[in-house]
């Protein structure tokens, strides 16, 4: 599976638009990026996924450019709420079958 | 979206003894559930795959005797530390994921400590 490698940590306030950014060098023609957001002591949560150009749901929006090397999650306008890891995933959605390994992931910190 | 559900949310036991923790997928029926261990500060580390009717398929480096997982119905997978110690207390989470759908869903974890 591709590694990726994701800021340990971002800072927002407010009301900012966030861009966390995901490099998986690695990655393989079938593999898919997931993002997951997981708050302190609770299982994560989905919140998007694409293989291409860009994807947006009423959470976020993903980011990936021509050469699929990189990502880019983006929150926007984040409330405090919003403080929580956020985890980029690489994989193949067919074989994994829902196995997933998770990196270091960001934590983001929203301040008022 | 679908739900998991674990339980229990969290657990207290002494060292030596053995404890369950279940899984459920509430509306959809899953072959397949996983379970992953979360120190503090740390992130997710999958431990295994849960079969429904079969065995379960252990990552590298985790105890199968120690961690054993039964997965006896659709919904239900459960996974039992035995003779847990303290260096076993950590957060427990299992995930499945819905037939045709391409997302992960995942319990509320078990918080397990060990004394």
């Known amino acids: 599976l591709a590694k990726t490698t994701q800021p340990i940590s971002m800072d927002s306030y407010e009301g900012q638009e966030v861009n966390i950014t995901c490099s998986h060098n690695?990655?393989?023609?079938?593999?898919?990026i997931t993002w997951y957001q997981q708050f302190p002591s609770q299982g994560p949560r989905f919140i998007i996924q694409?293989?291409?150009t860009k994807v947006t749901n009423e959470v976020a929006s993903l980011f990936i450019p021509a050469d699929r090397k990189s990502s880019t999650l983006s929150l926007p306008r984040v409330s405090l709420s919003d403080t929580a890891v956020y985890y980029c995933?690489?994989?193949?959605?067919?074989?994994?079958?829902?196995?997933?390994?998770f990196g270091r992931g960001t934590q983001l910190t929203v301040w008022p | 979206g679908a739900v998991v559900s674990q339980h229990p949310s969290w657990v207290i036991c002494k060292s030596g003894t053995s404890v369950k923790i279940e899984c459920r997928s509430l509306?959809?029926?899953?072959?397949?559930m996983f379970w992953y261990r979360q120190f503090p500060k740390q992130s997710l580390m999958l431990m295994a795959t849960?079969?429904?009717?079969?065995?379960?398929?252990?990552e590298q480096g985790v105890e199968k005797d120690k961690f054993l997982i039964n997965h006896a119905s659709l919904t239900l997978s459960t996974l039992t530390v035995t003779s847990a110690h303290p260096e076993d207390s950590s957060f427990y989470i299992c995930?499945?994921?819905?037939?045709?759908?391409?997302?992960?869903?995942f319990g509320q974890g078990t918080r397990l400590t060990v004394v």
């Open positions: 849960s079969n429904e009717g079969s065995k379960a398929t252990y």
């Open positions: 995930s499945a994921r819905e037939p045709g759908n391409t997302e992960a869903f």
């Open positions: 690695n990655i393989a023609t079938n593999d898919y």
């Open positions: 995933l690489v994989g193949d959605r067919g074989s994994t079958l829902g196995r997933l390994y």
């Open positions: 509306d959809f029926q899953a072959t397949t």
């Open positions: 694409g293989y291409k």
